[in-house]
């Protein structure tokens, strides 16, 4: 007679679950379905990802190419292209080198509107503020005080990549603008901070100096000279090495 309970329960608890599942199964369809969409829209951005670098790279790689042998007309055309690929990194790379063909036919207004969107086209601080701080000098001379202060400051904020150059060139708009006082405190803290590169330290301890023996033209004439070249950007695999522009 057990037996015949037990066959019973057992019974009525399968067709229990048996309802359950029967009523929860488009719920559970539905959210594997989602899993399932989710998970081939990351597989097919990762492919239309790795497809956008491998366009971008090719195009700037054969712009590079072409501004070595000189054929800057090409090289101009590759690099708009890499632009056009979309992708981040090589975008702001071939901004950078737009910029740098901009100053080359004088066109300041273009090269800082190209240094802008390269700026603002990656999030690898190397890039961004790189292009950040080019745009930044070549306003230096046009601009009021407050609008290059207002480009630098950003950039000489703890650990940012080019602080210490964001904060040589802040003090040299300070001293373009006419704060002598400000300029040489900058200069001073610049040229004995530790971690701030050689070059600079020397720059500001030269700057210093001039300002301290009263030769204020002096050290305003000095600002007219080129500045140092960035470091060079990290090299990206697949990718050439930047070549060296007036708007690197």
Known sequence: MSDI???????????????????????VAGVLGAALIIALGF???????????AKASESYGTAIESMVKGDKGVAKTGFEATVKAGHPVYKAMALQQLAGIALEENNTAEAIKDLDLAASASKVPNISDGAALKAAL?????KPFADIEKRLTPLTKEG???????KEALAMAKLQAGDVKGARNDLQVLSVTLGTPDGVKQRASAFVAAIDSGAIATAQAMMKQPEAAMPVMPQIQ???????TPAQ
């Open 160 to 166: 940012r990549p080019y602080a210490a150059m964001a």
């Open 5 to 27: 309970f037990d066959e019973t329960e057992e019974t009525l608890r399968a067709d229990k679950w048996a309802t359950i599942v029967k009523k929860g199964w488009p719920w």
């Open 238 to 244: 697949g990718a050439p090495q930047m070549q060296q």
């Open 138 to 142: 070549l306003e230096m001379d046009a």
């Open 43 to 53: 597989w097919g951005y990762e492919s239309w990802q790795a497809g956008v670098a």
